[in-house]
């Protein structure tokens, strides 16, 4: 091999030696008009050295210059303090962000016959407009722990546009779920399940109680999973359960209540904390989805690799960023929250598999029409959101850069602080298996 190289490198020479025959008088003629710059590139031609100069000239200017865009972007990240909002923006340019995760992925459920939404980010706007100032009449100011902005709006906004016939929420706390889903439908029966009465809270500050509200809560409190749907339903005169919406927002795992709602027969569902992988404090729709679709797959776990650069890089950016360490469990576990399945405000969690993890998402897509994720209602450069990291986001409704229209939908009259709470809220329509 060596020396087939060799010969063909040897052959190459000699045509050149000989193609430079004919032009050896023609050389000689010109040969006092000749720039050095052309003198030196005849000598290496004639030695054979060409190839071998220019390659490492190459390698010599793409060094130089890439140390000084490396460098460029050490400054940047060091010299700005961690969560600089404008060097953030800066940093990461306003179309840098969707991209930074492209290779690795951004989890998502696919549905079974790739099945979408009927809205469009037309509607969207179209009802933040209308949303902004119903929202700004909220009886809980300050709804720490519960729903910002973003997801109050998607809330709003789904239960607006499917119009059931009753909508069930499980997980109430003060009671500002129950009140964006009464000005979404104002004549529609709710029911809403809860340890505690959101009236207790009344005692203490702003809280909403409803009056066209069934409260499973207090004394009566009974989780989702044990409530006798059939008879609740034949009570409030429900036949047609498609024309349910349920909405859970009880930090409970997904998985669960997943299986729970099918079993009743439910099929519109909102997922409120549809965490990432290697976050939250319950196993989530996307924690279940990721990766299964990569043969071989999976996060990687090495320090050195691609994917830990880039997660240490925003992690110094987004509060909720989870780098590499934070991602990966004991053996290189990645999927849930470092390998483990979460449940109940992570008050439970067992270990699974990477088998079982992958056995699970295989049964979501089994039984899934529909998978939704709320995009953020804008851009961080408008919100001036710290928190989760766009990168990890659907395109935001308002995207970056367009201040405008930020402004005419009344955005910016609110504080800071609501837009923070954003955790991929999703919507899915769910129906049993086919059978085979
Ligand atoms: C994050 S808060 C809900 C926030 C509320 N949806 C809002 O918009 O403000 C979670 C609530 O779930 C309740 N919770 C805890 N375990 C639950 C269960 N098994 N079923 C229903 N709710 C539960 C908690 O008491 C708490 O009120």
């Not at 109050?152 to 499980?170: Q, V, Y």
């Not at 009056?211 to 499973?216: A, D, H, I, Q």
């Not at 409704?397 to 955005?411: K, N, Y």
Request: net charge neutral; proline share 4%.
């Amino acid at each position: 091999m060596l020396e087939r190289m060799m010969s063909m490198r040897r052959g190459a020479h000699m045509e050149d030696d000989e193609g430079d025959e004919e032009g050896i008088g023609d050389e000689s003629k010109t040969k006092k008009h000749l720039s050095i710059a052309t003198r030196i590139t005849n000598y290496f031609t004639r030695t054979g050295y060409l190839c071998p100069i220019i390659i490492l000239t190459a390698i010599a200017i793409f060094t130089i210059s890439s140390f000084f865009v490396t460098s460029r972007d050490l400054l940047c990240v060091s010299s700005v303090s961690s969560f600089d909002r404008l060097s953030r923006s800066r940093f990461f340019g306003l179309d840098g962000l969707e991209s930074d995760f492209g290779s690795l992925g951004v989890p998502w459920c696919r549905s079974k016959q790739g099945k979408t939404v009927e809205w469009t980010s037309k509607d969207l706007l179209q009802g933040l407009e209308e949303f902004v100032p119903i929202y700004e009449t909220r009886p809980i100011k300050n709804n720490m722990y519960g729903m910002g902005f973003d997801h109050s709006f998607g809330l709003w906004f789904i239960a607006r546009w499917l119009k059931p016939d009753i909508m069930i929420e499980s997980g109430a706390f003060k009671g500002h779920s129950t009140w964006v889903l009464r000005q979404a439908m104002p004549n529609t029966r709710i029911i809403s399940v809860t340890p505690r009465h959101p009236e207790k809270y009344l005692k203490k500050g702003p809280a909403y109680v409803d009056g066209n509200c069934t409260y499973f809560a207090g004394k009566d409190f009974i989780d989702f999973g044990s409530v006798d749907w059939k008879t609740v339903m034949k009570k409030h005169g429900v036949t047609d359960l498609s024309r349910v919406l349920i909405f859970f927002d009880d930090h409970q795992n997904e998985l669960k209540r997943l299986k729970q709602a099918l079993k009743a027969g439910f099929s519109n569902l909102v997922f409120e904390d549809n965490y990432d992988t290697g976050t939250g404090d319950h196993y989530s729709l996307r924690q279940i989805c990721d990766q299964f679709y990569i043969q071989g797959g999976g996060h990687s776990c090495f320090e050195d690799s691609d994917e830990a650069r880039v997660r240490s890089r925003r992690k110094s950016f987004w509060e909720k960023a989870v780098d590499t360490r934070e991602l990966c469990g004991p053996g290189e576990a990645w999927w849930g929250v470092r390998g483990y399945m979460r449940d109940d405000f992570n008050h439970t969690n067992k270990p699974i598999s990477y088998q079982q993890h992958f056995q699970n998402s295989r049964f979501v897509e089994s039984i899934l029409d529909v998978y939704w994720e709320l995009p953020p209602v804008a851009g961080p450069s408008l919100t001036h959101q710290t928190r989760y990291d766009p990168a990890r986001a659907p395109s935001p409704i308002v995207e970056d850069g367009r201040f405008g229209l930020f402004q005419r939908l009344g955005l910016s009259r609110l504080e800071k602080s609501v837009f923070n709470g954003y955790t991929q809220m999703v919507y899915l329509q769910i129906s049993a298996k086919e059978s085979s």
